[in-house]
């Protein structure tokens, strides 16, 4: 079972719910805006993944944060997610524990999931 984990209202994740519905893969879906995350789910991420890969540093809510808030390292990371979900790469897609893709690109969702 996959949990993909993300904002309903994303576009990116709009797109990788389009795509992995017309592919029949099915998931549960995990809304940050309603049940936030925990510690050690980034804990988890970040023996998969760089804080840097994690932190969408593109997105509006990176953006809008004065350069004193950005962090610069895993703890400072860590702090912003919890404080600041939107700041999380989405779609973020996790099966048993382990980071299956992150963001959304049809070829590689092809080749992740193919039967």
Request: a positive charge.
């Amino acid at each position: 079972m996959y949990t993909l984990y993300a904002i309903p209202n994303c576009d990116t994740v709009k797109k990788a719910r389009t795509w992995l519905a017309d592919h029949g893969v099915t998931y549960q879906f995990h809304d940050y805006k309603k049940r936030g995350i925990d510690r050690a789910t980034i804990e988890r991420w970040l023996t998969q993944k760089s804080w840097e890969d994690l932190v969408n540093r593109a997105g509006a809510t990176w953006k809008k944060l004065p350069d004193a808030e950005k962090p610069t390292d895993a703890e400072g990371a860590i702090a912003l997610m919890l404080d600041k979900t939107s700041v999380i790469r989405r779609p973020l897609i996790e099966s048993n524990g382990q980071i299956v893709a992150l963001g959304f690109k049809a070829d590689d969702y092809a080749t992740t999931f193919a039967a």
